[in-house]
Nanobody
Framework: QVQLVESGGGLVQAGGSLRLSCAAS????????MAWFRQAPGKEREYVVA????????NYADSVKGRFTISRDSAKNTMYLQMNSLKPEDTAVYYC????????????????WGQGTQVTVSS
């Protein structure tokens, strides 16, 4: 049973930074793709970025390129999302998700989800 637990959310001013963590447990993740999604109030869930656990290859949404960086620590089974130059429009609940195989940008292809962590960016 895969378990994903996010942490690191909070309130930050525009232009600031936060680092989110997603602690994964339950199995070996070498064959997995893991992703961050976000959902703002009244909006649909949005893909942010994903990483292939085995080789570290990544895929970023255009809206976060150059500002966000995804990484993973295989020894700790933890994925990170470093968010810099935050904007009010980045305000959302951020979820980590996992799936076996390739990166997909649609949430319906991910079978494992965390509970989410709130990120609020004030202007």
């Amino acid at each position: 049973q895969v378990q994903l637990v996010e942490s690191g959310g909070g309130l930050v001013q525009a232009g600031g930074s936060l680092r989110l963590s997603c602690a994964a447990s339950g199995r070996t993740f070498s064959g997995y793709a893991m992703a961050w999604f976000r959902q703002a109030p009244g909006k649909e869930r949005e893909y942010v970025v994903a990483i292939r656990w085995s080789d570290g290859s990544t895929n970023y949404a255009d809206s976060v390129k150059g500002r966000f960086t995804i990484s993973r620590d295989s020894a700790k089974n933890t994925m990170y999302l470093q968010m810099n130059s935050l904007k009010p429009e980045d305000t959302a609940v951020y979820y980590c998700a996992a799936r076996i195989g390739l990166i997909f940008t649609e949430g319906k292809y991910y079978g494992n989800w965390g509970q989410g962590t709130q990120v609020t960016v004030s202007s």
